[in-house]
């Protein structure tokens, strides 16, 4: 069993913002409910997950009852600093913590089990999830996601992470690097080599060279968790995922 820490922090100032008028993305309702409840809905209903902490400023704090959660902490300066300051909220024994972002207004249990479950039996200090592009495509038509293409297939990333409860304690600055790097495809090269990046941009790399690489970058053992779960990999980054996160629940009556 981990304990799970929601991150739902950050203020946004694009279009989505601009045509809701909704500042705090975990805000927005689909469903009638703001995402951050349906995110904290799920971790709730799922066996593999004991306690929960949210990462949030206080409108979202605000929308949240206590029996939701197991404990609160104020939003930082930095997505980083809401990581730490989240680990260090969660029981100091505990082996694993589930790190998820308070924007993934479709999630089950079933996906979060799967996922705990599947990284547990990997043994691995950190443990990441990507899903099929087959299976966004088939249970989200119509969604845009960024996929990459490795020798086992095509895939988009999903937006958790469980690892070692230590690993973020010792790792703090390498997340700062990766954090500040995960958009720019020069600072990503000068970490992973630019033959690596090459390799990933042709499609040629295989899970175990991207595994490898990883760890070997963390100073530690990576696993990448394939999942047959969609709703991981479905944020709303932008107004169509809002809308078509909308029509999901409306169409299929998801709770």
Excluded: W
């Amino acid at each position: 069993m981990v304990e799970a820490v929601v991150l739902a922090g950050g203020v946004d100032r694009g279009e989505i913002a601009q045509e809701t008028g909704v500042a705090h993305r975990p805000l927005l309702e689909v469903g009638g409910r703001p995402m951050v409840q349906r995110v904290l809905a799920a971790l709730r209903g799922a066996a593999s997950v004991g306690r929960v902490v949210l990462v949030a400023p206080e409108p979202v704090q605000a929308v949240v009852g206590e029996e939701a959660l197991d404990a609160r902490v104020g939003a930082g300066d930095s997505f980083v600093d809401n990581i730490v300051h989240g680990v260090e909220a969660t029981t100091p024994n505990v082996d694993s913590v589930l790190i998820i972002t308070g924007d993934l207004p479709l999630l089950t249990p079933a996906a979060v089990n799967d996922l705990v479950q599947q990284s547990s039996k990997s043994r691995a200090d950190m443990a990441y999830p990507i899903i099929p592009k087959e299976s966004c495509e088939r249970a989200f038509p119509g969604g845009r996601r960024t996929y990459a293409k490795l020798r086992e297939g095509v895939f988009t990333g999903g937006n958790g992470v469980v690892a070692a409860r230590d690993f973020f304690e010792l790792r703090r600055e390498l997340m700062d690097r990766l954090f500040v790097s995960r958009k720019s495809p020069l600072k990503l090269a000068s970490m992973f080599g630019f033959g690596f990046v090459l390799g990933l941009l042709m499609g040629r790399l295989s899970l175990p060279q991207l595994e490898a690489r990883a760890g070997e970058i963390i100073r530690g053992r990576v696993a990448a968790i394939v999942s047959t779960y969609p709703e991981l990999g479905f944020d709303v980054d932008k107004l169509d995922d809002l809308n078509l996160a909308r029509r999901v629940v409306e169409t299929f009556g998801r709770t």
